[in-house]
């Protein structure tokens, strides 16, 4: 019986030892550049609400 087991988990390792599941160079590709478009994104709201407390702190205290 301990040769079947044995048997069974070697002709079903798979190749990701870590635990990750495989993903494939397209949606990696989707990934980074969804990614890079939500930074992009979130420094743009930043920038548009830093602007806006400053124009509101300027016309306060003027």
Do not use: D, P
């Amino acid at each position: 019986m301990r040769g079947l087991a044995l048997n069974f988990t070697s002709t079903h390792q798979t190749e990701n030892l870590r635990g990750f599941s495989e993903v494939g160079e397209n949606k990696q590709l989707l990934i980074a550049i969804v990614r890079h478009w939500l930074f992009i994104f979130s420094l743009l709201v930043c920038r548009t609400i830093s602007s806006f407390l400053v124009v509101q702190f300027l016309l306060y205290c003027f």
